[in-house]
């Protein structure tokens, strides 16, 4: 076993012990209990932050994101920003985490455990850090993070498509009216959403209000009629 396999096999045991105790083992959601909050403290303790990098990542829409009720074109892709935490003996996390880097620097040397908590959660003043903190304890401890949260939730959970847009009024030189809406959703469709959000309020700035309310609903069911197995919810923004 070379020191790779042997760390990731001591994380997996760890990872057991911490959230059975002494009755032995599985990862499973649905019978995981609470994990063992003193060790984890320990274990947490032995770590103090070494480095903190703030990055950006960009994300690439599947199609050019028009307007909605408020707000002009979206574009083809946006940006987060995210925060990477080292430890002194070679532990990483990250995860999206906003405010200015200077804000987060001063925790550059503190113990993991002055800032995180697996039963409180992360301290108060260290909030910017919530997600890569959690990430972080998640990897030292060899535990899923919905683990340390408890492991009780939903194991599913519904999604839909919330890139619907008012495609219906693109191009401006040559709108392409309901079809235009239709066909953003049948790409969804073929991507395997059978839901869908329909931006509304067209006539909240881009169209005469009387007009507007008319496209929307006219957009609805259209929607309906052509995705008639489909969930559609809908909202502004």
């Known amino acids: 076993m070379n020191r790779r396999e042997f760390v990731q096999a001591m994380a997996f045991s760890l990872g057991a012990c911490l959230a059975m105790g002494n009755e032995g083992a599985s990862l499973e959601q649905s019978s995981l209990p609470a994990l063992n909050p003193q060790l984890a403290r320990k274990l947490l303790s032995e770590h103090r932050i070494q480095k903190i990098e703030t990055r950006t990542l960009h994300d690439r829409y599947p199609r ?25 003996k070679g532990a990483r996390g990250w995860g999206m985490s906003h405010g200015p880097n200077e804000q987060v620097q001063k925790f550059v040397g503190a113990k993991l455990s002055d800032l995180f908590d697996v039963v409180e ?7 910017l850090l919530d997600i890569p903190l959690h ?6 401890l060899g535990l899923p993070v919905y683990a340390i949260l408890g492991a009780k939730g939903p194991k599913k959970l519904p999604i839909y498509s919330g890139a619907i847009y008012f495609d219906d009024l693109d191009p401006e030189n040559k709108p392409r009216g309901v079809a235009g809406v239709l066909a953003s959703c049948q790409q ?24 507007g309310i008319k496209r ?8 309906r009629e052509k995705f008639p197995g489909c969930t559609i919810f809908g909202g502004r923004k």
């Open 135 to 140: 990430d972080l304890a998640g990897s030292i």
């Open 216 to 223: 929307d609903i006219e957009v609805t069911r259209a929607v």
């Open 121 to 127: 959660g992360t301290s108060e003043d260290a909030l």
């Open 64 to 88: 050019l994101v028009g307007r909605n009720a408020r707000h002009g074109h979206h574009g083809t892709g946006g940006q987060y920003q995210i925060r990477i935490l080292t430890t002194d």
């Open 188 to 211: 969804d469709y073929e991507a395997g959403y059978r839901a869908f959000k329909l931006k509304i309020g067209r006539g909240f700035k881009w169209m005469p209000k009387e007009e």
